[in-house]
């Protein structure tokens, strides 16, 4: 089981509550992180964030990791 979702509201702020530190990682790749928690990352999608992530390779297929 996944115990692990992210919520995305309409200000583009994401809030993912997982424990793998793996997931965390990736998710740091699309998003600029405010702060993360044991259990928590909070961060805002911007444009410079996704184009950052597109630029260092990151595929849909990485991505796939976070579902």
């Not at 405010?34 to 390779?57: C, F, H, M, W």
């Amino acid at each position: 089981a996944n115990d692990a979702y992210i919520v995305l509201d309409p200000n583009f702020r994401i809030y993912a509550y997982t424990k793998s530190d793996l997931q965390a990682t990736i998710l740091g790749y699309f998003c600029k992180v405010s702060y993360r928690l044991p259990n928590l990352v909070v961060g805002t999608l911007t444009r410079e964030s996704i184009r950052q992530a597109l630029d260092k390779g990151i595929t849909s297929k990485e991505v796939e990791y976070l579902h």
